[in-house]
């Protein structure tokens, strides 16, 4: 196994997704050999304005060829597997493009992994796969199975299950923003929407603390953490008293759950951070009920206004 990590040494990390939000999260942190592999040419070249000691290669995780060739190339310690399909309304509409993205190439990525004997594989899911009700949030559940039943002691597999992540690509903030700067009216799905949230900074972190704890205990796990909630009225009342309410998209739901009511017997806690595992947790440290944005702690108005404005 790695043991880079112990003596200093920058790690070689190949980033499925780079020019995602994740993935720049993580490059930002300036702290491993970071490599990129995705398929937009546009931000391919943002990054490279932006990070121009990070080497890309331009390809579609789709592609098992293309990430046998790359992952050969590369060498890497660490995969972060960020690449994948993510706004539900779309995978609502186009759900066999979704599942080749998000499963089919979440597989292909696995597969890499193991034929390139990768010591240490981390996975991008979110709370959309507990008790999965859109096609976003069924295909990362596979992906999460997927990448559990693939660990072994040679290649480690885990992931971390992220929320919303604040001011990313997929995130409502800079469209409210957007909207905000045109004197416009921001745009709500539903007044009673609670989310879980938390920052670039937070998600890079928990990748971090997944990269490790599989280094240092192996993998077989998904980790998140008891991230804090907003409601969404009170954070669109933040930026602007201008909110119009325009209805639920196909596949969202008024409350998010991070871990369900399944999976309690599988969980371990260590501090705040959540471990969910394949077998059943017969230990005293997990959790006694559900975590979602229900029972989550709401963020203060001062929390919110850092959150939107930094």
């Known amino acids: 196994m790695i043991i880079k990590w112990h003596l200093g040494v920058k790690l070689k990390v190949l980033i499925t997704g780079g020019t995602g939000t994740v993935g720049k999260s993580l490059i930002r942190l300036n702290d491993n050999e970071y490599i990129n592999v995705s398929r937009n040419e546009e931000k391919i070249a943002e990054l490279k304005r932006e990070h121009p000691e990070v080497k890309s290669y331009v390809g579609?995780?789709?592609?098992?060829?293309?990430?046998?060739?790359?992952?050969?190339?590369?060498?890497?310690?660490?995969?972060?597997?960020?690449?994948?399909?993510?706004?539900?309304?779309?995978?609502?509409?186009?759900?066999?493009?979704?599942?080749?993205?998000?499963?089919?190439?979440?597989?292909?990525?696995?597969?890499?992994?193991?034929?390139?004997?990768?010591?240490?594989?981390?996975?991008?899911?979110?709370?959309?796969?507990?008790?999965?009700?859109?096609?976003?949030?069924?295909?990362?559940?596979?992906?999460?199975?997927?990448?559990?039943?693939?660990?072994?002691?040679?290649?480690?597999?885990?992931?971390?299950?992220?929320?919303n992540v604040a001011h990313s690509n997929g995130s409502v903030l800079p469209f409210w923003l957007k909207l905000k700067e045109k004197g416009e009216y921001l745009k709500l799905t539903d007044p009673d929407m609670n989310r879980l949230i938390f920052t670039q900074f937070e998600a890079a972190q928990l990748i971090k603390r997944t990269i490790k704890w599989t280094e240092e205990h192996g993998g077989g796990f998904v980790k998140s953490y008891k991230m804090k909630c907003v409601n969404m009225l009170d954070l669109a009342m933040t930026i602007s008293d201008k909110v119009e309410i325009v209805g639920k998209r196909p596949g969202e739901k008024t409350n998010e759950d991070l871990i369900g009511e399944r999976e309690i017997d599988?969980?371990?806690?260590?501090?705040?951070?959540?471990?969910?595992?394949?077998?059943?947790?017969?230990?005293?440290?997990?959790?006694?009920?559900?975590?979602?944005s229900k029972s989550a702690e709401m963020m203060t108005d001062e929390e919110m206004k850092e959150l939107v404005w930094g």
Not at 270 to 289: A, C, F, P, S, V
């Open 266 to 292: 599988r969980t371990y806690l260590y501090g705040d951070d959540i471990h969910i595992r394949m077998e059943e947790n017969e230990q005293d440290n997990k959790l006694t009920e559900p975590y979602n």
């Open 60 to 163: 579609n995780i789709e592609d098992k060829g293309l990430l046998l060739r790359v992952f050969k190339d590369v060498k890497p310690d660490v995969v972060v597997h960020a690449a994948a399909m993510k706004h539900i309304d779309l995978m609502e509409t186009n759900p066999i493009a979704g599942c080749n993205i998000n499963v089919m190439g979440s597989l292909n990525v696995v597969e890499a992994s193991i034929i390139n004997d990768v010591p240490i594989t981390v996975g991008i899911s979110t709370d959309k796969a507990c008790l999965a009700e859109s096609v976003y949030g069924a295909s990362k559940y596979l992906m999460e199975r997927v990448f559990m039943n693939s660990n072994n002691d040679n290649n480690r597999f885990s992931l971390t299950r992220f929320a």
